[in-house]
């Protein structure tokens, strides 16, 4: 199978775009962050402090001048063993908050990023999903809700503790001897300066690494949603061939920024082990000199290991941060997408009650260039029910689509009872046209579910009498759990006739002035097609109706039927005025009847 790649225009997206968007979702919540910031500058200093406290133990028992036992401890060593267990107490305190409050953070906005991202989805046009992987787009979503847990756990709470702990650090080893200070100091400035050099590239290879991911993923979803077609057509080894192209690339990227990130651990390890090597070196020459005490030996030792731990933290968080914020990006440039068919700054109050529809000198080119339609005129009286045939490519289902604004006019106006169909929300508009598709796709949930779909409000006797009305029941009853059984994923445990007569008994659900069947009995045999007609003369009645068919039979008792072929009316009529013309519908028709 072909790989389709999304034809999105991909905008370069900053760090403050992406943090915009976060910050949405973060309102009501800035007590509690404010909380974690305060925390961890707590936990960062009492951290800190430790080693300080060992620091004058052991400077105390080196320059004690009487042996300590059980009933003679100083007070000076009581007070700072005291010390030491009150820094250890608020230490434990001051990490319960940072363990609870943003876990209780995180969730809850993880929660509206969830919701906001399938708006954002929903805004979109039906093109936008038709050029974009499916499984391209799960992909992102997850990936750009987990992000903010790891960016939220890196900014406000690793950065703010390894921030204010070396600040700290750098403190008590100043109040110290400031020419160690200087050491701290110089490690600190090569090792920012190792960030700056390394992090562009960085950031570069996780997005080459998260774009190629999503490209795997996607490759994958289609091929699982067409596995159908893979198995008839025997063509396992073909997939696995075209997937194991995909994942290898997919894998060399993986590879590069792997490798990187192990090349930038080597050169931070190496520069922890010259600094500290460094330091250790020039305090023990101070210490041989009489310029330090032992205590200030081992602070140094402590707080050596401590910035070394930190810097190599550093650098998973950096690694973790930038892979959150690549993982980001991909969502939030779909995010800043303008929506190809927008909403009405202002929109009017709908006047949809008749259902009378016009298209007027409408013209209509798709992206890839191909013109469907060039001033373009219909009228269909209120009530009417009007065919709608040729062949295929002649613009039948393209009319559909305009009429339900899933696609804009580039010319001309579609209007509804005088009402121009973009002067109204596209929700208002759809809640007034009810509408059967030529492939109905069913959610994986019970049936009555997706028959209710169309009015969450129904009851069961409603659900049943639609049902009934669309020739579904019997088949439903017969299923293990009847209406309560679950459809599987797209509708694929019920055939395609079955799947078509739940679509339509949604519709006999609905109270709508217009109703669309594209192509609606395609999926039936005759006999279902015959019995179903009558279901189809009950749901047309006071509704304007357009049928898009390509049985013809389906259509010869209506009212009027338009004959359409490269996006022109060609012929129309009722089935005997155009049969007695012997045109293009009689062509059509005779053609069906001996086939």
């Known amino acids: 199978m072909k790989n389709k790649k999304d034809k999105q225009k991909k905008k370069s997206v900053s760090l403050i775009t992406v943090w915009k968007y976060y910050r949405i979702h973060m309102r009501g919540y800035v007590p509690h962050i404010i909380v974690v910031l305060i925390s961890g500058i707590g936990t960062a200093i009492v951290s800190s ?21 059980y009933g003679n401890i100083p007070h000076e060593l009581k007070y ?79 950065f703010t503790i ?21 050491v701290f100091l110089a490690w600190f400035a090569v090792y920012a300066l190792f960030i700056y050099l390394f992090l562009d590239k960085k950031i570069r290879l996780d997005g080459e690494k998260a774009e ?41 990227a993986r590879r590069k920024a792997w490798y990187f990130n192990s090349t930038t651990d080597a050169a931070y390890s190496l520069l922890s082990v010259f600094f500290e090597l460094l330091g250790l070196y020039l305090v023990m020459i101070m210490w041989s ?60 109050r709908v006047k949809i009650k008749s259902g009378v529809i016009k298209f007027n000198d409408v013209a209509f080119t798709y992206v890839n260039g191909q013109t469907v339609f060039k001033k373009f005129s219909l009228e269909i009286p209120s009530g009417q029910k009007v065919g709608i045939v040729g062949y295929s490519g002649s613009g039948k289902t393209t009319l559909t689509e305009l009429l339900l604004r899933f696609m804009d006019v580039n010319n001309g106006s579609i209007t509804i009872d005088g009402q121009d169909i973009r002067s109204i ?124 068919a390509h049985r013809l039979s389906t259509v010869a008792h209506l009212d009027r039927i338009i004959v359409l072929d490269n996006g022109k009316i060609v012929e129309e009529g009722t089935h005997n005025n155009l049969i007695a013309k012997n045109g293009y519908y009689a062509e059509l028709w005779e053609h069906q009847v001996i086939v």
């Open 162 to 182: 390894t921030l204010f702990t070396l600040i700290s650090i750098f403190y008590f080893v100043t109040r110290e001897n400031k020419w160690l200070s200087v």
């Open 425 to 548: 929300r596209q929700d208002d508009l759809r809640r007034h046209i009810s509408y059967v598709p030529q492939d109905p796709v069913l959610f994986h949930r019970t049936i009555k579910e997706n028959i209710m779909y169309a009015r969450p409000s129904a009851t069961m006797k409603e659900i049943i009498t639609a049902a009934k009305q669309a020739h579904a029941h019997e088949f439903i009853m017969d299923l293990p759990n009847g209406y309560n059984t679950f459809v599987g994923e797209r509708g694929i445990k019920l055939s395609g006739g079955q799947r078509q007569r739940i679509a339509i008994a949604r519709v006999m659900l609905q109270e709508t002035p217009i109703l669309i069947l594209d192509e609606a009995t395609s999926s039936l045999d005759s006999i279902s097609e015959s019995a179903i007609q009558e279901a189809f003369i009950e749901a047309m009645k006071n509704r304007t109706t357009l049928v898009i």
């Open 289 to 348: 000199k009489g310029l330090v005490s032992p205590g200030v030996v081992v602070l140094f030792v402590l707080y050596a290991n401590r910035v070394s731990e930190i810097y190599w933290n550093i650098s998973w968080h950096v690694r973790s941060f930038s892979k959150a914020l690549t993982d980001a990006k991909e969502m939030v440039a779909i995010f800043e997408q303008d929506p190809e068919i927008l909403d009405p700054v202002m929109p009017e």
């Open 49 to 69: 402090y430790t080693p300080v406290l060992f620091k004058k133990i052991i400077d105390f028992f080196v320059n004690v001048p009487e042996t300590i036992t």
């Open 80 to 158: 700072l063993i005291l010390m030491l267990g009150a820094v250890y107490i608020i230490g434990f305190i001051l990490h319960r908050f940072l363990a609870y409050i943003p876990a209780y953070v995180e969730s809850k906005v993880m929660e509206r990023l969830r919701n906001f991202t399938l708006a954002q989805l929903f805004k979109h046009s039906m093109r936008f999903f038709s050029d974009t992987f499916s499984g391209g787009l799960v992909t992102k979503s997850s990936r750009y809700i987990e992000s903010f847990e790891s960016v939220f756990d890196t900014v406000a709470f690793s």
């Open 212 to 252: 190629k991911s999503s490209e795997a993923s996607s490759a994958l979803s289609d091929i699982i949603s067409n596995i159908f077609t893979v198995k008839f057509f025997s063509q396992h080894k073909k997939e696995l061939n075209t997937y194991g192209s995909i994942s290898s690339e997919e894998g060399k």
